[in-house]
Nanobody, 127 residues
Framework: QVQLVESGGGLVQAGDSLRLSCAAS????????MGWFRQAPGKEREWVAA????????YYSDSVEGRFTISRADAENTVYLQMNSLKPEDTAVYYC????????????????????WGKGTLVTVSS
């Protein structure tokens, strides 16, 4: 069992940066691929980024490629999402996710690959 708790959301202006954190419980954090999803009001949840167990491979959706960076610190049981050049369309609840499968499967299978979800943190980007 893995429990995920997100933090770092808030209200920012377009062009600003924000870093989200996801703290995981348990001693097996390093055995999970990790990722971030988001859900904007009235829209379906969409996959944003994923990182492999080793941290050596990262994957991004086209909408955030070049602006967002996912990273992990296994010693801290934490995964991060650094978000730069934020746009109003980035406004959403951001969810941390863990998968027991390779992280690339999270990119391919989206929510179907997720074993554990956090409860989310709200990011609002004003224009």
């Amino acid at each position: 069992q893995v429990q995920l708790v997100e933090s770092g959301g808030g209200l920012v202006q377009a062009g600003d940066s924000l870093r989200l954190s996801c703290a995981a419980s348990g001693r097996t954090f390093s055995s999970y691929g990790m990722g971030w999803f988001r859900q904007a009001p009235g829209k379906e949840r969409e996959w944003v980024a994923a990182i492999s167990r080793s941290g050596g491979n990262t994957y991004y959706s086209d909408s955030v490629e070049g602006r967002f960076t996912i990273s992990r610190a296994d010693a801290e049981n934490t995964v991060y999402l650094q978000m730069n050049s934020l746009k109003p369309e980035d406004t959403a609840v951001y969810y941390c996710a863990a998968t027991s499968r390779p992280a690339i499967i999270m990119m391919l299978k989206k929510s179907d690959a997720v074993n554990y979800w956090g409860k989310g943190t709200l990011v609002t980007v004003s224009s």
